[in-house]
């Protein structure tokens, strides 16, 4: 059986849960959790679970200065800084929106690291991202993913997710020491985000704990978070960075279903052009190009 057809369930899952947390957030800041508070907590839960992961199967997490250096600018830009957003601008807009603007991160990615001279930026990739560009733009009109007008200011706001999850996939790439497990980084990257998200929620007062169902919610939430990394970076191994990435396809489409099922959203119908512009825009960037001859 080739490994992409192989890997093909661990993918579906990988989808769904990514498409299923944004969900889980909304329900717990809507409930009033505060989005500082929520970040922390699921990246300390999140990282004590990868934390066991490691030790169960004996892999060591590196504490030395370079080591350090990623999980902090991975941390920061990858989980604390994008979840705080993402959280806070959740409250107010539909989760499926924010499934809309997930594929953006690789496009983010790619003109990243072609500014770094790190990726070769070709005229199909540009391409591709600014039809990414225009079927997100198309999700935020009245009409597709964003129920008023008036919420267009938190809409462009959930922006910086993606961002974030694309710097630090350069930064990530940049900065990893040689030779570390993928899953020693991963769990230093969510404790580094810990660090970063609790600082400013003690400050803020904005530490608290969610009650009743909410806290089987925040566990769902951390455990779901945890499982996703292990499934990433399985899925790294074994198909690549450019099969993993197709994945943005099934965040979208569960990410819609879940915000249908949970709070009854439904989009409008330039939901569905937006969501091809999008979709083309990620094959277009992601695909590797066809072989001649």
């Known amino acids: 059986m080739p490994p992409a057809l192989r890997a093909l369930p661990a ?7 990514w498409g299923l947390t944004p969900a ?10 505060p989005a500082l ?10 990282a004590a679970l990868l934390r066991a992961a490691c030790a169960a199967r004996g892999i060591r997490v590196p504490l030395d200065a370079a080591h350090l250096r990623h999980y902090a600018v991975t941390g920061l830009a990858g989980f604390a800084l ?8 959740l409250r107010h807009v539909p989760a499926g929106l924010f499934a809309l603007l997930v594929p953006l991160s690789p496009m983010l990615t790619m003109l990243l690291a072609a500014l770094l001279g790190m990726e070769r930026a070709t005229l199909r990739r540009l391409f591709g991202t600014a039809l990414g560009l225009a079927g997100t733009a198309l999700a935020m009109a009245p009409g597709a993913a964003l129920p008023e007008a008036r919420l267009l200011p ?3 706001l ?8 694309a710097t630090a996939n350069v930064l990530a790439i940049r900065l990893a020491p040689p030779g570390t497990p993928s899953l020693a980084l991963a769990t230093g990257m969510l404790a580094g985000a810990a660090v970063f998200a609790w600082v400013p929620a003690l400050l803020l007062g904005a530490a608290a704990l969610p009650t009743g169902v909410g806290l089987g919610v925040l566990a769902a939430q951390a455990g779901l978070t945890a499982l996703a ?9 074994g198909i690549g960075g450019v099969g993993t990435s197709q994945v943005g396809y099934l965040v979208t489409l569960s990410g819609l279903f879940w915000g249908f099922l949970f709070f009854g959203e439904q989009p409008g119908w330039l939901t569905v ?19 001649r001859g």
Not at 24 to 33: H, P, S, Y
Not at 37 to 46: E, F, P
Not at 274 to 291: E, K, N, Q, S
């Open 24 to 33: 889980l957030a909304k329900l717990l800041v809507q409930g009033g959790m």
């Open 11 to 17: 993918l579906l899952l990988l989808g769904a849960i």
């Open 154 to 156: 938190w809409a462009l």
């Open 229 to 237: 990394y292990i499934l990433y970076f399985r899925l790294l191994v």
């Open 158 to 165: 959930l922006l910086v997710t993606p961002a974030g999850y």
């Open 273 to 291: 052009p937006a969501a091809g512009l999008i979709f083309a825009g990620l094959a277009l960037v992601t695909l590797p190009p066809r072989r």
């Open 82 to 89: 994008a979840n705080v957003v993402s959280f806070t601008a």
């Open 37 to 46: 508070g929520l970040a922390a907590l699921v990246a300390t839960l999140s």
